[in-house]
């Protein structure tokens, strides 16, 4: 029978799971469309790409599953029952999903900038051992929830494991943002390719500032009030902030499309379309079909055309970050 006396903090104990609930729900949906859009945008990208993605994307509706059931338990048919509410339900499995998913995009994260480094093993390997270190205290979390319930001890447990969980993704995500603006802005060389790389800079700083804040957040909640449940709500939606943010660096790629004329993708690579004019661009189409995959390219001067120089190699592979940059340049002649 429920029970009838809730306690008076009873909005700090069920209003953060409510909300957290609510954010959850939302951020999937988003996730849902870029998902989609990545889908119908890019069917050529490699296959390991794709498994990583759509497993991400698989783990991410197993975890929304299981918070829709804790939701019910505790909100539907546990309405008004406070052992409900306290209830550990199925909460603990989430932990282990946001394990999964924090430490997948980390070490993706520490593959790219390996390559940005120019292979440099140490940087990418000290990122990878934060990132297995932050995903095992949550998984940690979750599996001692499980084992000694939502009691004084299951608490005090799960305070160290939980608190290498968040400070390890904080301090992985900071790492991990300022690794990525150091390398790529070692790449800008003041020509027309800047801007796209200003663009990737400014995407991965941002979603990495995102999550470590949210990360952040979440420790603060959890130490500085170990009897509210104010943690709830980010900790419920930081395995979608991470999805999301993961994917938002990949579908970026159709907005490039409009970078110097276009950029079309194909097998996960990058190919940049130059505009001219004239017989210039007469024969920059006759001989590739508008699509520059050739290295040191140089039209001579002809009368009023477009001089385009190309110093590296232009098709460049997305997802190793560009090892070699594209530099572009246009000169008008008269």
């Known amino acids: 029978m429920a029970s009838t006396e809730l306690p008076p903090n009873i909005a700090v104990l069920a209003a953060p799971a409510l909300f957290g609930h609510l954010f959850n729900y939302g951020l999937f949906g988003v996730l849902s469309v870029q998902v989609y859009i990545y889908y119908a945008s890019f069917p050529a990208d490699p296959k390991y790409l794709k498994a990583l993605i759509y497993g991400l994307f698989a783990v991410e509706c197993a975890q929304v599953a299981v918070a829709t059931s804790d939701a019910y338990a505790v909100f539907g048919a546990g309405y008004g029952n406070f ?4 209830g550990v339900h199925l909460l603990w499995m989430t932990p282990i999903f946001s394990s999964i998913v924090s430490s997948s995009v980390q070490c993706f994260y520490a593959w ?8 440099s093993v140490y940087l990418s390997v000290l990122i990878v051992l934060v990132a297995l270190t932050q995903g095992s205290g949550c998984m940690a979390s979750g599996i001692t929830v499980h084992l000694l319930g939502s009691s004084d001890a299951g608490i005090q447990r799960t305070r160290a494991s939980t608190t290498v969980w968040l400070a390890g993704s904080l301090a992985c995500d900071v ?17 027309a390719s800047d801007a796209m790389l200003s663009r990737i800079i400014r995407l991965t700083v941002e979603t990495g500032v995102l999550t470590a804040t949210i990360a952040c957040i979440d420790l ?17 939606v930081l395995s979608k902030l991470y999805s999301n943010s993961f994917m938002v660096l990949f579908n970026n790629r159709t907005s490039m499309r409009n970078f110097r004329g276009g950029v079309h993708t194909s097998g996960g690579r990058i190919w940049f379309q130059t505009t001219g004019s004239g017989e210039a661009e007469s024969r920059m189409r006759g001989q590739s079909d508008t699509r520059l995959a050739t290295q040191d390219i140089s039209l001579t001067k002809l009368p009023g055309a477009v001089q385009c120089e190309i110093s590296t190699v232009v098709e460049q592979d997305y997802h190793s970050d560009m090892r070699k940059t594209s530099a572009m340049s246009s000169e008008s002649l008269a």
């Open 83 to 86: 052992a409900a509410l306290t």
């Open 112 to 119: 790219r900038i390996y390559h940005l480094a120019e292979k």
């Open 175 to 191: 790492l991990i943002a300022g690794s990525m603006l150091f390398f790529l802005s070692r790449k800008k060389q003041g020509l």
């Open 220 to 236: 603060v909640l959890f130490l500085a009030f170990p009897d509210a449940n104010y943690h709830f709500a980010p900790a419920l």
